[in-house]
């Protein structure tokens, strides 16, 4: 039994005529008649019965055809679905991530990928930098979004976008009344960063920023989630660095300030291994360029 007798089948069914049937399929009738008997003899059944007005499907040719065509269904669905894969168009596409996705570039970028592809399932994953890279090089993620443009051995990297880096007050903090602030204003502050990722890289971007000022920064490390961590800004347990695109997300009581200074501006790269042939992941990196490109 092969499938172009099985699909030969189903043409004469659907004419109820051998010569029409091949007409249709642009074959001789005496072939078609050939693999029709061919395909009765594999099942042991009759499946037409031949008349001088044509012919018709038996009982038994009626429920194999019935099948048939609802496997034929299924064939072009998985046709199509590997088509569609190999396009990148359908798929997992599975991203580290090491900042907010409440507003900015990233959550455009998301978005817009996940409008123009809505059969790639998106699975985002929040974690250290270094775990990420980690798993980039182990194939376990698809691409990482972090901070800096610095080389990663084995990785593809492009920087996509910037950032200014923001002081996150309580809103009934004497500072928050300016529209920008500088490192002069801040360095005595008592400043809370996450034991978990972005904030071991956040205590160290305020150690090395505050010490061109000659002066030791008060950061007490605090064991929750940057989430928690913005609502006890809000408390008034101390002040915080974001990146521009947590401005977006509105948490009570808390206001943003961006820092003035132009060394307070942070690169965001997306990385990835070169040896990774998911096709959604060309597809991202694509649509990573052309936002790029649009932003600047």
Not at 27 to 44: A, D, F, P, W
Not at 215 to 230: A, F, K, S, W
């Amino acid at each position: 039994m092969d499938l172009i007798s099985v699909v030969q089948a189903l043409v004469v069914a659907e004419y109820l005529s051998f010569s029409a049937a091949a007409n249709a399929l642009g074959v001789r009738q005496s072939g078609v008649s050939k693999r029709i008997r061919l395909l009765e003899e594999n099942l042991g059944v009759t499946l037409f019965e031949r008349g001088p007005r044509g012919v018709r499907t038996t009982l038994a040719g009626e429920a194999f055809l019935t099948r048939a065509r609802s496997v034929m269904l299924q064939f072009d669905s998985a046709v199509a679905s590997a088509r569609q894969a190999g396009r990148g168009e359908q798929g997992t596409l599975r991203i580290g991530v090491f900042t907010s996705l409440a507003g900015g570039f990233l959550r455009d970028l998301v978005l817009e990928f996940r409008n123009a592809h809505p059969l790639v399932r998106i699975d985002v994953r929040e974690g250290d930098r270094r775990v990420h890279i980690s798993e980039i090089r182990r194939h376990s993620l698809d691409v990482v979004i972090a901070t800096g443009n610095a080389e990663v051995i084995g990785c593809d990297t492009a920087e996509l976008w910037q950032e200014r880096v923001h002081i996150a007050l309580p809103q009934d903090h004497p500072l928050a009344e300016r529209l920008e602030l500088h490192w002069s204003d801040i360095r005595d502050e008592q400043f809370m960063v996450s034991e978990y990722p972005p904030g071991p890289e956040i205590h160290d971007y305020v150690v090395r920023r505050i010490a061109d000022y000659s002066h030791n920064p008060v950061i007490e490390r605090r064991g929750v989630q940057q989430e928690m961590l913005m609502s006890m800004v809000g408390m008034g347990f101390g002040i915080s660095l974001v990146s521009e695109g947590w401005v977006a997300l509105g948490i009570p009581g808390v206001v943003m300030r961006p820092l003035a200074e132009e060394a307070d501006v942070v690169p965001f790269s997306a990385i990835w291994s070169p040896g990774n042939d998911n096709p959604v992941l060309r597809r991202f990196i694509s649509a990573a360029h052309v936002m790029a490109g649009r932003a600047r």
